[in-house]
Nanobody, 114 residues
Framework: VQLQASGGGLVQAGGSLRLSCAVP????????MAWYRQAPGKQRELVAALTSGGRTTYTDSMKGRFTISRDNAKNSVYLQMNSLKPEDTAVYYC?????????WGQGTLVTVSS
Protein backbone atom coordinates (compact mmCIF):
# COMPACT_ATOMS: atom_id res chain seq x y z
CA VAL A 1 0.00 0.00 0.00
CA GLN A 2 1.21 3.51 -0.83
CA LEU A 3 -0.44 6.65 0.46
CA GLN A 4 -0.77 9.24 -2.29
CA ALA A 5 -0.58 12.90 -1.41
CA SER A 6 -2.02 15.53 -3.71
CA GLY A 7 -2.58 19.25 -3.87
CA GLY A 8 0.94 20.50 -4.31
CA GLY A 9 1.95 23.15 -6.79
CA LEU A 10 3.67 26.47 -7.28
CA VAL A 11 2.71 29.28 -4.94
CA GLN A 12 4.17 32.65 -4.08
CA ALA A 13 5.62 33.36 -0.68
CA GLY A 14 2.85 34.23 1.74
CA GLY A 15 0.34 32.08 -0.09
CA SER A 16 -1.55 28.98 0.96
CA LEU A 17 -2.03 25.42 -0.19
CA ARG A 18 -4.09 22.53 1.10
CA LEU A 19 -2.65 19.07 0.69
CA SER A 20 -4.82 15.97 0.74
CA CYS A 21 -4.10 12.31 1.24
CA ALA A 22 -6.44 9.42 0.60
CA VAL A 23 -5.99 6.78 3.27
CA PRO A 24 -7.70 3.38 3.26
CA UNK A 25 -10.11 3.11 6.15
CA UNK A 26 -8.34 0.03 7.45
CA UNK A 27 -5.22 2.15 7.97
CA UNK A 28 -6.81 5.41 9.06
CA UNK A 29 -9.01 3.82 11.70
CA UNK A 30 -6.17 2.38 13.72
CA UNK A 31 -3.21 4.68 13.12
CA UNK A 32 -1.97 8.07 14.10
CA MET A 33 -1.15 9.96 10.92
CA ALA A 34 1.50 12.45 9.90
CA TRP A 35 2.86 14.63 7.15
CA TYR A 36 6.53 14.63 6.26
CA ARG A 37 8.60 16.58 3.78
CA GLN A 38 11.92 16.34 2.02
CA ALA A 39 13.56 19.45 0.65
CA PRO A 40 16.20 19.23 -2.10
CA GLY A 41 19.47 17.99 -0.69
CA LYS A 42 18.04 17.48 2.78
CA GLN A 43 16.79 14.58 4.86
CA ARG A 44 13.11 13.82 5.17
CA GLU A 45 11.59 15.48 8.22
CA LEU A 46 8.37 15.32 10.18
CA VAL A 47 6.02 18.23 9.56
CA ALA A 48 3.02 17.41 11.73
CA ALA A 49 1.33 14.49 13.40
CA LEU A 50 -2.23 13.80 14.45
CA THR A 51 -3.40 11.09 16.79
CA SER A 52 -6.65 9.23 16.35
CA GLY A 53 -7.82 11.13 19.42
CA GLY A 54 -7.16 14.47 17.81
CA ARG A 55 -3.94 15.55 19.45
CA THR A 56 -1.60 17.41 17.12
CA THR A 57 2.13 18.04 17.15
CA TYR A 58 4.11 20.26 14.81
CA THR A 59 7.73 20.84 14.05
CA ASP A 60 8.62 24.25 15.46
CA SER A 61 9.07 26.00 12.13
CA MET A 62 5.53 25.02 11.08
CA LYS A 63 3.71 25.95 14.26
CA GLY A 64 1.05 28.57 13.68
CA ARG A 65 1.27 28.22 9.90
CA PHE A 66 0.33 24.60 9.18
CA THR A 67 -2.69 22.63 10.35
CA ILE A 68 -3.07 18.88 10.11
CA SER A 69 -6.53 17.36 10.15
CA ARG A 70 -8.32 14.16 9.28
CA ASP A 71 -11.78 13.23 8.08
CA ASN A 72 -12.45 9.61 8.86
CA ALA A 73 -15.72 9.68 6.93
CA LYS A 74 -13.84 10.67 3.78
CA ASN A 75 -10.81 8.49 4.54
CA SER A 76 -8.59 11.51 4.19
CA VAL A 77 -5.86 13.43 5.93
CA TYR A 78 -5.15 17.07 5.16
CA LEU A 79 -2.41 19.63 5.63
CA GLN A 80 -3.43 23.27 5.42
CA MET A 81 -0.37 25.40 4.82
CA ASN A 82 -0.54 29.15 5.24
CA SER A 83 2.07 31.91 5.10
CA LEU A 84 4.28 29.74 2.96
CA LYS A 85 7.96 30.55 2.73
CA PRO A 86 10.54 29.61 0.08
CA GLU A 87 12.14 27.28 2.62
CA ASP A 88 8.90 25.27 2.67
CA THR A 89 9.72 24.08 -0.84
CA ALA A 90 9.82 20.29 -0.66
CA VAL A 91 8.10 17.08 -1.59
CA TYR A 92 5.40 16.42 0.99
CA TYR A 93 4.31 12.93 2.00
CA CYS A 94 1.59 11.56 4.18
CA UNK A 95 2.12 8.39 6.16
CA UNK A 96 1.47 6.83 9.51
CA UNK A 97 3.03 8.68 12.40
CA UNK A 98 6.46 8.01 13.86
CA UNK A 99 8.22 5.90 14.93
CA UNK A 100 7.51 3.53 12.05
CA UNK A 101 5.87 5.11 9.02
CA UNK A 102 5.08 2.27 6.65
CA UNK A 103 3.31 3.53 3.56
CA TRP A 104 5.56 5.86 1.59
CA GLY A 105 4.05 7.09 -1.66
CA GLN A 106 5.33 9.45 -4.34
CA GLY A 107 4.57 12.62 -2.44
CA THR A 108 3.43 15.93 -3.84
CA LEU A 109 5.78 18.76 -4.76
CA VAL A 110 5.28 22.15 -3.19
CA THR A 111 7.31 25.00 -4.65
CA VAL A 112 7.24 28.40 -2.98
CA SER A 113 8.64 31.26 -5.01
CA SER A 114 10.05 34.41 -3.44
Amino acid sequence: VQLQASGGGLVQAGGSLRLSCAVPGSILSINDMAWYRQAPGKQRELVAALTSGGRTTYTDSMKGRFTISRDNAKNSVYLQMNSLKPEDTAVYYCNTAPPHPRYWGQGTLVTVSS
